[in-house]
């Protein structure tokens, strides 16, 4: 695949390309070759109040939440369409800005995200309320009506994915919204824009601003005209929305912020397979996922072998250009990304843990990195407790069942977890006893759109994917009638 052409650089707000106000742009970087690959219209808080008065314009008057949800489903669909006749370039634009393998975006990421606005769009025009049943003289029944205007912060790790898990339900709903993707991987979100506006996608309903956190991010968080803001991100960001969301207008919001997950691999485990688990759970997508087996805990009788197994395993993992099909894992996203990563190798050394592998950058251009395990890590060291966000593993042991379960709870975090057993009541056990969103048991990454994500404790609340992320975009009123000399109530 050759190196896409970038066609959108420019503000996407009520359905044109647009300059921002100040005339500011941004780099946005090849993480292969550390080379600028475009200059990015960066939005700042003007830009982000002409986007909301767009999309407001658009809530408050346009067809958009006036239509019937069958014919949202129409253009939601189209736009499915068109993205699948691109899936090439869009992947493409994915690998450049993000270091992502393009085999991965082309047979997963940007199918997912065609399927996700699919099941959005067969839900559009399933949205009701109730009819009560009451005790007196009432008519009493509820609606479902939209939020309003939405506010989406995207991720970088995941643009394509996390673009359409937040945008889809809410035009399922009839929202409209303004969109702010990650700095360091914009390309991909403004080709969505314009293929938005060939879908059908009226003017104002889906807006676009490029953008840095502490300017763009923090004027939608904090903006008195928006009703609602979904983010998925680091929890320290996390905290900053919250902040300016009851600072403002009190709106509601759904953080799906860090993760520390465990895995624990028990004595009856496959050990190969095990293995195959634990590295795909850290260095997919380079480890840079909120959901990474960053912790993996392995039963004692089988802990040697195990160790043993994947560090050999680790050491076979290719890593370089994510365009070449034979590549395991590609550069991290950004500089301060593999720098931060470094980082935290560098502290687990000094703090006394024992370096099993890795832990070196890999060639001399671009950001990547060597798988790293560690092992001999005690719970209060920094690579233990902090969510990396990179290929380093940290190994340890553990006796029983409920030594497993305490060492799994002890974080912060609670997004995911995974169990490897053979033993049903193992499993049972452990996936009730576990603190978090979602347990996979002997496997990883097992996502479907109907089965709603989120975290517990740290990690955030709120639930994207399912009809509960569909919910988040909606609001429901009740509304009474007086009923006089009915036959029945």
Known sequence: MATPTVKFTKLFINGEFVDSVSGKTFETVDPRTEEVIAEIAEATKEDVDIAVKAAREAFDCGPWPRMPGAERAKIMLKWAQLIEQNVEEIAALDTIDGGKLFSWCKAVDVPEACNILRYYAGAADKIHGNVFKTSRDLHLYSLMEPVGVVGHIIPWNFPTVMFFAKVAPALAAGCTMVIKPAEQTPLSALFYAHLAKLGGIPDGVLNVVPGFGSTAGAAISSHMDIDAVSFTGSTETGRKIMQAAALSNLKPVSLELGGKSPVLIFDDADIDKAVDLALFGILHNKGEICVAFSRVFVQEGIYDEFEKRVVEKAKTWVVGDPFDPKVQQGPQTSKAQFDKILSYIDHGKSEGATLLTGGKPVG???YYIEPTIFTNVKKEMLIEQEEIFGPVMTLSKFKTIDDAIKKANSSKYGLAAGIVTKNLDIANTVS???????????????????????????????????????HKYLQVKSVATPIYNSAWL
Do not use: H, Q, T, V
């Not at 996979?440 to 992320?469: H, T, V």
């Open 364 to 366: 001399n251009k671009g």
């Open 432 to 470: 009730r006893s576990i603190r978090a969103g979602i347990i996979w048991i002997n496997c990883f990454f097992a996502f479907d759109i109907d089965c709603p994500f989120g975290g517990y404790k740290m990690s955030g609340f709120g639930r994207d994917y399912g009809l509960e992320a569909l």
